[in-house]
């Protein structure tokens, strides 16, 4: 069983930058896949970003192309989402989750889940 806390979020301007970490509990973080989604009020939670147990392999939502870049430290057990040009359809709360079965978009594949951080992006 893996533990998620994540960190980093807040409020920011429009076209600024925000870094998410995930840092999770255990011994076997690297074989766990691991993804970022979030939810905006009203809205389903969506798939942002997710890499592989090696962090050799990684998505990201067309919506966040470019501008996010997840990334992981096995040795620090922690999953990072990098966040450049934000933009006001960006504030959402963001929650890491864990997976032993790959990776992927879908939240269905994840087993494990933070409580969220608030990401709030003013125009």
């Known amino acids: 069983q893996v533990q998620l806390v994540e960190s980093g979020g807040g409020l920011v301007q429009a076209g600024g930058s925000l870094r998410l970490s995930c840092a999770a509990s255990?011994?076997?973080?690297?074989?766990?896949?691991m993804g970022w989604f979030r939810q905006a009020p009203g809205k389903e939670r969506e798939f942002v970003a997710c890499i592989s147990g090696t962090g050799g392999v990684t998505a990201h939502a067309d919506s966040v192309k470019g501008r996010f870049t997840i990334s992981r430290d096995n040795a620090k057990n922690t999953v990072y989402l990098q966040m450049n040009s934000l933009k006001p359809e960006d504030t959402a709360v963001y929650y890491c989750a864990a997976t032993l079965y790959g990776y992927g978009s879908s939240r269905l594949l994840y087993n494990y889940w933070g409580q969220g951080t608030q990401v709030t992006v003013s125009s």
């Open positions: 255990g011994r076997t973080f690297s074989s766990y896949g």
